[in-house]
């Protein structure tokens, strides 16, 4: 089970006394099934200011998706460059200074 995702979104965003941008953002990326309740995702994903800002180089994203029964858990990877030269810290639980994580998501499917 592999699936090719491709997702297309608009980002708006006010920072303090910078000038806002108004982003393009797409992301191309390819889902794989590891077991049952567990997939692994790697992309690519960009970003194109409307606002006349600077638009900067696209980067590699990874992540994790879990399933239990009717919950869904999907994490993005930190540093996925960590966790593919030295998957057995993260897996031993010896990564003292170095989350797995950056952004969690839980889903409710009724």
Sequence with gaps: GTS???ALGFEYG???DDDP????VWNFAVESAMTDWATL???YTKAHDFGGGENNGGAVVMGLGFN???FDL???LKSYDAMLNDPVVYVTGRNYDESLG???TITYNW
């Design 4 to 6: 090719g995702l491709f």
């Design 68 to 70: 239990y029964g009717s």
């Design 74 to 76: 999907d994490m993005n």
């Design 102 to 104: 950056m952004g969690w």
């Design 21 to 24: 941008v108004m982003n393009l």
């Design 14 to 16: 006010a920072y303090g």
């Design 41 to 43: 995702r790697v992309g």
